[in-house]
């Protein structure tokens, strides 16, 4: 089953703070097998930073930044997209100037064998941008942002501490983000 999903990143630019929103599907289901590794050369991974940087370069632009013609950049971020490297395109936003002036991580510690439906409860979360499935103390992080501190404040005791499954949660306020960083690369 296919589930809609909001993915954000920070990224600094300059003086401002700002977020990448990617909306999508994420399977619902996890699975134990994974997809190997696509083979990457150095134009590749050009090409996926360069993305990464301005998503909405041209592929002219984008064959003449990295001295490639444009049947190449075309056919290599064809070949990117179809081996599931570049899994879409994204939008940056400011968080704050989107309404969420509020961020912290919450560790939740779920109930034994219970997070894959505490997790399809948290997918219907909109101030949820990202989450993981983490070892030690606790069984998932969240990164989530609030309008404010009353709407974190609800978020956390009102959702999250009253879902089944939920034995207990830790929140940690974010103070400040830092720039996301380049890919490696190789």
Do not use: C
């Amino acid at each position: 089953m296919q589930v809609p999903f909001f993915q954000m990143e920070a990224v600094f630019l300059g003086r401002w703070l700002v977020q990448t929103v990617r909306v999508g599907h994420m399977s619902s289901e996890v699975s134990a097998k994974r997809t190997p590794i696509a083979p990457l050369d150095d134009t590749d991974r050009r090409i996926v930073a360069e993305l990464r940087s301005d998503a909405r370069m041209s592929m002219r632009a984008l064959a003449e930044k990295l001295h490639i013609s444009r049947g190449s950049a075309y056919a290599r971020v064809e070949r990117l997209q179809r081996d599931g490297v570049i899994t879409g395109y994204s939008a940056t936003v400011d968080p704050e100037r989107y309404g969420f002036g509020v961020a912290a991580y919450v560790h939740l510690k779920v109930s034994q064998h219970s997070w894959k439906s505490v997790r399809q409860r948290i997918l219907e979360i909109p101030e949820v941008w990202h989450g993981a499935l983490v070892s030690g103390e606790h069984d998932l992080v969240l990164l989530v942002r609030a309008r404010d501190a009353s709407s974190l404040r609800d978020l956390v005791l009102n959702r999250f501490q009253t879902m089944p499954d939920v034995v207990s949660s830790h929140t940690v306020l974010i103070l400040d983000e830092l720039p996301q960083q380049p890919l490696p690369a190789s």
